[in-house]
């Protein structure tokens, strides 16, 4: 009857002719006999709330459906920093972001280190990626390098583009984002002509940048990302009664750090509850689509019959606002922000249960090596799931490191004036800020107030103290925020340097320009006085 299920969803996709792959990697030491077959797809900015209610409610995801029926949900799994480089470096290293210092999108991993999937290949496993990778260092604009080295500067500048929707109106039109759809075509080709014919169990690899916003053009050269871009096709997925409009606290009552994130991210002008609304039915519209390419992977291994000998794990980098809060993006700890999506199912592998744990991308590195029957290296930041989640796991050390009741976010980047940590702990979920004594924290329990909207850090000191002091013990924080400090400061000098007579020009003319271009010189002298001062602003 399931399988009748997957067959009547699966044929609503397109399929469509792959091209020929190339990067295909083989191990050469012989993995233990049964080892299954791995695939991992990830997409970008899915907020993990839409795959169980009442988040589920919102948007059909017939595919996430399946896997939910038919495998293990971590209803409370987080990004361990919450935008796209340093997130996907955590994933790919099993470590805390401050141990790999993936500080923003500029500086993620090297590109040799040594990833879950390097071990699987040297263990015998076949190994193929597709699409989004972006976990090593050295991508994105110069103007998102640029705006998170100086994010500790005295001015306050829009860096992004009015967050807005743009409709095809082609009831028929299914593959809107036509990148990730030639590299499910490609995944899948792989599968069908390469993977199916292996004697060796393979790990496959599929990144997603759906339902990450679109490019804005008008936002300037080095563009941001503002448009919520969907079809008539994915939109009519939406139940347009279930969507919710979130509350907004009043601009003069937010926190300090969210006032500077909702002003930079261009969202503390006014906005109509229609275009609120249009905004987050396009995101969920997004997410349908990026449904329907996880169900092309899950239909082919079906079609395969490699369906039960796989292993089968979706999960995102991180989620997306969509206007909660007074901003889109990411760069956040709340929940739409940090939440993500985290499913498995496979042999072996618990079908419909919906743990609670608190688990995070961190967790990935360990499960893929547990999977494999390879030993787990115990310096890692993250802990196996098959503990939690398979029915009976194939190493024998699997009792001996249970996942702790927390997890550990924390961000650098752009877009945030400070280095934000976040402890989430069942009930609790604080939020750390700089210092540590020069921003007020921020302590919310998760349980009985789901929109974060009543910060009762001060009404609550000797919880606030008790998880500041555990969080603490995790990461020496002010310490890790005195390195970001200096390393900020150092790359910016050397990034002026290196362009010379055109710094005027090139700075008046990133995202910011909008702004910049009305005050050139104040905005200058603003990053000079920046310079001026001692790279560690506190002594540690």
Same mark, same amino acid.
């Given at each position: 009857?399931?399988?009748?299920? #997957?067959?009547?969803?699966?044929?609503?996709?397109?399929?469509?002719?792959?091209?020929?792959?190339?990067?295909?990697?083989?191990?050469?030491?012989?993995?233990?006999?049964?080892?299954?077959?791995?695939?991992?797809?990830?997409?970008?900015? @899915?907020?993990?709330?839409?795959?169980?209610?009442?988040?589920?409610?919102?948007?059909?995801?017939?595919?996430?459906?399946?896997?939910?029926?038919?495998?293990?949900?971590?209803?409370?799994?987080?990004?361990? $920093?919450?935008?796209?480089?340093?997130?996907?470096?955590?994933?790919?290293?099993?470590?805390?972001?401050?141990?790999?210092?993936?500080?923003?999108?500029?500086?993620?991993?090297?590109?040799?280190?040594?990833?879950?999937?390097?071990?699987?290949?040297?263990?015998?496993?076949?190994?193929?990626?597709?699409?989004?990778?972006?976990?090593?260092?050295?991508?994105?604009?110069?103007?998102?390098?640029?705006?998170?080295?100086? *994010?500790?500067?005295?001015?306050?500048? *829009?860096?992004?583009?009015?967050?807005?929707?743009?409709?095809?109106?082609?009831?028929?039109?299914?593959?809107?984002?036509?990148?990730?759809?030639?590299?499910?075509?490609?995944?899948?080709?792989?599968?069908?002509?390469?993977?199916?014919?292996?004697?060796?169990?393979?790990?496959?690899?599929?990144?997603?940048? #759906?339902?990450?916003?679109?490019?804005?053009?008008?936002?300037?050269?080095?563009?941001?990302? $503002?448009?919520?871009?969907?079809? #008539?096709?994915?939109?009519?997925?939406?139940?347009?009664?279930?969507?919710?409009?979130?509350?907004?606290?009043?601009?003069?009552?937010?926190?300090?750090? =969210?006032?500077?994130?909702?002003?930079?991210?261009?969202?503390?002008?006014?906005?109509?509850?229609?275009? /609120?609304?249009?905004?987050?039915?396009?995101?969920?519209?997004?997410?349908?689509?990026? =449904?329907?390419?996880?169900?092309?992977?899950?239909?082919?291994?079906?079609?395969?019959?490699?369906?039960?000998?796989?292993?089968?794990?979706?999960?995102?980098?991180?989620?997306?606002?969509?206007?909660?809060?007074?901003?889109?993006?990411?760069?956040?700890?709340?929940?739409?922000?940090?939440?993500?999506?985290?499913? /498995?199912?496979?042999?072996?592998?618990?079908?419909?249960?919906?743990?609670?744990?608190?688990?995070?991308?961190?967790? /990935?590195?360990?499960?893929?090596?547990?999977?494999?029957?390879?030993?787990?290296?115990?310096?890692?930041?993250?802990?196996?799931?098959?503990?939690? %989640?398979?029915?009976?796991?194939?190493?024998?050390?699997?009792?001996?490191?249970?996942?702790?009741?927390? /997890?550990?976010?924390?961000?650098?980047?752009?877009?945030?004036?400070?280095?934000?940590?976040?402890? *989430?702990? !069942?009930?609790?979920?604080?939020?750390?800020?700089?210092?540590?004594?020069?921003? $007020?924290?921020?302590?919310?329990?998760?349980? %009985?107030?789901? =929109?974060?909207?009543?910060?009762?850090?001060?009404? @609550?000191?000797?919880?606030?103290?008790?998880?500041?002091?555990?969080? *603490?013990?995790?990461?020496?924080?002010?310490?890790?925020?005195?390195?970001?400090?200096?390393?900020?400061?150092?790359? @910016?000098?050397?990034?002026?340097?290196?362009?010379?007579?055109?710094?005027?020009?090139?700075?008046?003319?990133?995202?910011?320009?909008?702004?910049?271009?009305?005050?050139?010189?104040?905005?200058?002298?603003?990053?000079?006085?920046?310079?001026?001062? %001692?790279? !560690?602003?506190?002594?540690?």
């Amino acid at each position: 009857m399931l399988l009748l299920y #997957l067959s009547v969803v699966a044929a609503s996709a397109l399929a469509a002719p792959a091209p020929g792959t190339t990067g295909e990697r083989q191990g050469t030491v012989q993995v233990w006999p049964d080892a299954p077959n791995v695939v991992l797809v990830v997409s970008d900015s @899915f907020d993990g709330r839409l795959t169980f209610y009442p988040g589920s409610q919102v948007v059909k995801l017939p595919f996430i459906n399946f896997m939910k029926a038919h495998g293990t949900s971590f209803m409370n799994a987080y990004t361990n $920093s919450p935008i796209c480089c340093p997130s996907r470096a955590a994933m790919w290293s099993g470590l805390f972001t401050h141990l790999t210092e993936s500080w923003n999108n500029f500086k993620g991993l090297d590109p040799n280190y040594t990833t879950w999937m390097d071990i699987m290949e040297k263990h015998g496993y076949r190994t193929q990626k597709f699409g989004k990778l972006d976990y090593t260092s050295g991508h994105h604009s110069i103007s998102n390098r640029v705006e998170a080295w100086t *994010r500790d500067v005295a001015f306050l500048l *829009r860096q992004e583009g009015r967050p807005m929707v743009n409709l095809i109106p082609k009831k028929t039109k299914v593959r809107v984002m036509e990148e990730d759809w030639k590299n499910t075509d490609r995944a899948v080709n792989w599968l069908r002509k390469g993977a199916i014919n292996y004697t060796q169990p393979f790990v496959l690899y599929l990144g997603l940048n #759906l339902p990450h916003p679109y490019p804005s053009p008008s936002s300037g050269e080095n563009f941001g990302s $503002s448009t919520f871009h969907t079809s #008539l096709y994915w939109l009519k997925k939406v139940s347009f009664d279930d969507i919710k409009v979130p509350t907004w606290l009043p601009l003069s009552e937010m926190h300090p750090i =969210d006032y500077y994130s909702s002003y930079t991210k261009n969202c503390t002008g006014k906005f109509t509850e229609k275009e /609120i609304k249009n905004i987050r039915a396009f995101y969920y519209a997004m997410c349908a689509e990026t =449904d329907a390419m996880l169900g092309e992977i899950i239909w082919a291994l079906h079609q395969l019959d490699l369906l039960e000998k796989t292993i089968v794990i979706y999960t995102s980098d991180h989620g997306e606002l969509a206007m909660e809060h007074r901003q889109f993006y990411k760069m956040s700890m709340y929940e739409a922000s940090a939440h993500v999506p985290l499913l /498995i199912m496979g042999p072996g592998i618990k079908a419909n249960v919906q743990l609670s744990d608190v688990v995070s991308l961190v967790d /990935i590195y360990p499960t893929m090596l547990d999977i494999a029957g390879i030993p787990v290296p115990q310096n890692l930041s993250g802990y196996s799931l098959l503990p939690l %989640s398979s029915e009976v796991s194939k190493n024998e050390h699997k009792f001996k490191n249970l996942h702790p009741p927390w /997890i550990l976010s924390e961000f650098h980047g752009c877009n945030v004036n400070a280095s934000t940590y976040m402890l *989430r702990t !069942n009930q609790w979920k604080y939020i750390a800020y700089s210092d540590g004594a020069s921003i $007020s924290p921020q302590l919310f329990d998760v349980s %009985s107030d789901p =929109d974060e909207l009543t910060n009762i850090a001060t009404e @609550f000191p000797e919880i606030t103290y008790s998880l500041d002091q555990k969080l *603490r013990s995790i990461i020496n924080y002010p310490k890790v925020s005195a390195s970001v400090h200096q390393y900020n400061k150092e790359q @910016f000098i050397k990034w002026k340097q290196s362009i010379g007579q055109n710094y005027s020009k090139v700075i008046a003319n990133l995202r910011w320009h909008q702004d910049w271009l009305k005050e050139p010189r104040k905005y200058e002298s603003a990053i000079d006085q920046w310079l001026k001062t %001692s790279t !560690n602003p506190k002594k540690i």
